[in-house]
Protein backbone atom coordinates (compact mmCIF):
# COMPACT_ATOMS: atom_id res chain seq x y z
CA UNK A 1 0.00 0.00 0.00
CA UNK A 2 1.59 3.10 -0.98
CA UNK A 3 1.73 6.33 1.44
CA UNK A 4 -1.33 8.03 0.44
CA UNK A 5 -3.52 4.96 0.72
CA UNK A 6 -1.55 4.16 4.27
CA UNK A 7 -2.20 8.15 5.51
CA UNK A 8 -5.89 6.98 4.29
CA UNK A 9 -6.14 3.96 6.25
CA UNK A 10 -5.31 5.80 9.61
CA UNK A 11 -8.09 8.24 8.95
CA UNK A 12 -10.48 5.45 9.06
CA UNK A 13 -8.80 3.94 11.53
CA UNK A 14 -8.83 7.19 13.89
CA UNK A 15 -12.52 7.49 12.81
CA UNK A 16 -13.57 4.09 14.64
CA UNK A 17 -11.57 5.12 17.54
CA UNK A 18 -13.77 8.59 17.70
CA UNK A 19 -17.18 7.09 16.78
CA UNK A 20 -19.07 6.66 20.19
CA UNK A 21 -21.64 5.17 18.30
CA UNK A 22 -22.10 1.67 17.37
CA UNK A 23 -18.95 -0.02 15.80
CA UNK A 24 -19.96 -1.84 13.16
CA UNK A 25 -20.42 0.14 9.97
CA UNK A 26 -21.34 -0.46 6.35
CA UNK A 27 -18.75 0.88 3.44
CA UNK A 28 -20.71 3.74 3.30
CA UNK A 29 -20.49 4.94 6.41
CA UNK A 30 -16.64 3.85 7.05
CA UNK A 31 -16.85 6.42 3.85
CA UNK A 32 -19.26 9.32 5.31
CA UNK A 33 -17.40 9.37 9.05
CA UNK A 34 -13.76 9.40 7.52
CA UNK A 35 -14.87 11.51 4.39
CA UNK A 36 -12.51 9.21 2.00
CA UNK A 37 -13.93 8.47 -1.12
CA UNK A 38 -15.93 4.80 -1.26
CA UNK A 39 -14.02 3.31 -3.74
CA UNK A 40 -10.83 3.72 -1.78
CA UNK A 41 -12.66 2.83 1.63
CA UNK A 42 -13.12 -0.14 -0.49
CA UNK A 43 -9.77 -1.01 -1.31
CA UNK A 44 -8.32 -0.01 2.10
CA UNK A 45 -10.90 -2.67 4.16
CA UNK A 46 -10.78 -5.58 2.21
CA UNK A 47 -7.21 -5.45 1.84
CA UNK A 48 -6.11 -4.88 5.43
CA UNK A 49 -5.76 -7.60 7.88
CA UNK A 50 -7.10 -4.36 10.37
CA UNK A 51 -10.70 -4.80 10.01
CA UNK A 52 -12.86 -7.60 10.61
CA UNK A 53 -16.68 -8.43 8.43
CA UNK A 54 -18.99 -9.28 10.85
CA UNK A 55 -20.95 -12.23 9.44
CA UNK A 56 -24.28 -10.59 9.65
CA UNK A 57 -25.60 -8.04 7.15
CA UNK A 58 -27.55 -4.99 7.46
CA UNK A 59 -31.08 -5.16 6.45
CA UNK A 60 -30.45 -4.57 3.15
CA UNK A 61 -27.85 -7.11 2.49
CA UNK A 62 -24.71 -4.81 3.12
CA UNK A 63 -21.70 -6.20 4.80
CA UNK A 64 -20.67 -4.55 8.23
CA UNK A 65 -17.01 -3.56 9.64
CA UNK A 66 -15.50 -2.87 12.52
CA UNK A 67 -11.13 -2.66 13.48
CA UNK A 68 -9.59 -5.50 15.61
CA UNK A 69 -8.94 -3.08 18.02
CA UNK A 70 -12.32 -1.00 18.65
CA UNK A 71 -13.69 -4.87 18.73
CA UNK A 72 -11.29 -5.70 21.43
CA UNK A 73 -11.91 -2.47 23.12
CA UNK A 74 -15.60 -2.38 22.72
CA UNK A 75 -17.58 -5.98 21.90
CA UNK A 76 -18.91 -7.59 25.52
CA UNK A 77 -17.07 -10.77 26.91
CA UNK A 78 -19.90 -12.52 25.45
CA UNK A 79 -19.94 -11.36 22.05
CA UNK A 80 -16.37 -12.33 21.66
CA UNK A 81 -17.29 -15.96 23.25
CA UNK A 82 -20.16 -16.42 20.87
CA UNK A 83 -17.77 -15.29 18.14
CA UNK A 84 -14.98 -17.87 18.82
CA UNK A 85 -17.54 -20.52 19.45
CA UNK A 86 -19.61 -19.78 16.40
CA UNK A 87 -16.70 -18.68 13.70
CA UNK A 88 -18.85 -15.58 13.45
CA UNK A 89 -15.59 -13.23 12.67
CA UNK A 90 -14.65 -13.55 9.35
Known amino acids: MNALMERKKETILNSFEEASDDY ?3 LGEIATSSRIKLDDVVKIVLSSREFLEASYREKDGEPVFTTRNV ?3 RA ?3 QKLLSAVTDRIV
Open 71 to 73: YRK
Open 76 to 78: SFW
Open 24 to 26: WKT
